[in-house]
């Protein structure tokens, strides 16, 4: 076989992939403004059920910073008609597994069944929104469950207040600058009436999107989602107004320390748009282009070939409001500061200055592709796609199309964007620093 049909069968065998790739649903609205999602796939016996929350680290007042990642803990505490601490147990001994996590933009618990107990993944859920137990004893106990994490992930992890002291200098006013997890003072400080309001406010199904997705009946779906949720009351309408930043338009430079790193790490960071924006797809290219992969420019160049650097990479922090975009790198042996930041910014500036070539163009389409397909493979993943492709995108079919947005990209507008985000003026320079630094 030639490589012209080797290519041209390649082409169609993926073009057969994507279109039983095509993940079909239903969606509709609760009276309650909650919005539903159902997505039957009978060729497994499993059926998740998951409800994203649009609240995340963002959401909070000066001074009660942490409250949405607080929030996803509290929420397993307990309810009307769960015993506190038994969530999980429950889950368990009905062959179950559940989770959450939390963004600066919103909030995603989820449960995923042996398929007979849909029933019992959509009771759980309309237990976390309708009856959870808020008292004094559950916030104490989880303000310390809280610290600890941030003391294990953030505090005492090497280079694990990097993206907090990215935000911290990217954003002055936007929430965006304050970490997710919120600060130590900001839990200590949080009372119980501070936690009712919040849970009133946010916690609520017109700010909320169910999804159940698996080897479901539709019709007795719809009946037990009526049973479990029609009956919670709607929340007041949340209105959003946070500030708007200023463009940066003279680079700063900053150092930072950390006690727990003996390695430095250079950082050069952007202010981008959110991640609705066609202009944060092509981000996401320039990323990938950049650094994803050992035969990626900056990896190439600065570990392999030039030996300047231990670590590089580039990505794109994908929020709704702005995006962050650093290119980073941790120096070999005695590499210095200027070295490893003038190395970056060529590869960076070819980028501006000259469309990249159509080999590493169609490269990029096809990593993308393949993200696109396995994002997709599992019934959690389709659910978590759904949910966020709603809430967060405005745009639930994003989750059968998205793939044609990156395939629209082209090589012009990869260095247009480039030149429109990533130019030196633009940028927050960060000396990350081992502490004992700082005596020097």
Do not use: C
């Not at 929030?71 to 959450?100: C, D, M, P, Y």
């Not at 839990?187 to 159940?212: R, S």
């Amino acid at each position: 076989m030639t490589q012209k049909h080797i290519a041209s069968f390649s082409l169609a065998l993926f073009t057969v992939v994507l279109s039983a790739q095509q993940v079909a649903f239903e969606e509709y609205d609760l009276d309650n403004g909650l919005h539903v999602i159902l997505h039957q796939d009978n060729s497994v016996p499993v059926v998740t059920t998951s409800v994203m929350y649009h609240v995340g680290g963002k959401d909070r007042t000066e001074g009660r910073t942490g409250f949405a990642h607080f929030f996803e803990h509290l929420l397993f505490e307990g309810t009307k008609n769960i015993e506190r601490g038994k969530w999980f147990e429950i889950v368990s001994s009905n062959g179950g597994q559940n989770n959450a996590n939390t963004s600066q933009d919103r909030t995603y618990y989820y449960e995923v069944f042996p398929s007979n107990n849909l029933k019992l993944g959509l009771w759980l859920e309309s237990e976390r929104m309708l009856h959870p137990v808020i008292d004094q004893k559950g916030v104490t106990t989880q303000q310390e469950v809280v610290k600890e994490e941030k003391r294990l992930r953030y505090d005492n992890r090497p280079y694990g207040q990097l993206i907090t002291v990215v935000g911290q200098n990217l954003f002055k006013k936007h929430p965006y600058k304050d970490p997710n997890i919120g600060y130590m003072e900001d839990l200590d400080a949080a009372t119980l009436d501070d936690v009712i309001a919040y849970n009133k406010k946010y916690y609520v199904p017109n700010n909320a999107v169910l999804v159940v997705a698996g080897n479901i009946d539709i019709d007795q779906t719809k009946k037990w989602v009526a049973d479990y949720f029609s009956a919670i009351p709607r929340g007041e309408e949340i209105v959003r107004n946070y500030p708007k930043e200023e463009p940066i338009r003279q680079e700063t430079r900053v150092k930072a320390y950390d006690p727990n790193i003996q390695i430095p790490a250079y950082v050069i960071s952007y202010r981008t748009p959110g991640f609705r924006e066609r202009d944060a797809y092509v981000l996401d290219m320039i990323s990938s282009y950049l650094s994803d992969g050992q035969s990626s420019k900056l990896y190439k160049k600065m570990v392999d070939d030039q030996k300047q650097a231990l670590q590089v990479g580039a990505f794109n922090v994908g929020q709704e409001d702005y995006g962050m975009y650093l290119v980073y790198a941790l120096p070999v042996g005695e590499t210095d500061r200027e070295t490893l930041l003038g190395e970056m910014e060529e590869e960076i500036a070819k980028v501006r200055e000259t469309p990249i070539s159509e080999k590493d163009h169609q490269k990029l389409l096809n990593k993308f592709e393949n993200q696109f397909v396995n994002s997709n493979s599992s019934i959690a993943g389709i659910a978590n796609s759904l949910a966020r492709n709603y809430l967060l995108y405005g745009d639930t079919e994003l989750i059968n199309k998205e793939i044609e947005i990156y395939r629209s990209i082209t090589r012009e507008e990869i260095q247009e964007v480039a030149n429109k985000y990533l130019k030196p003026n633009q940028r927050v320079i960060i000396d990350y620093l081992p502490e004992d630094a700082q005596a020097n």
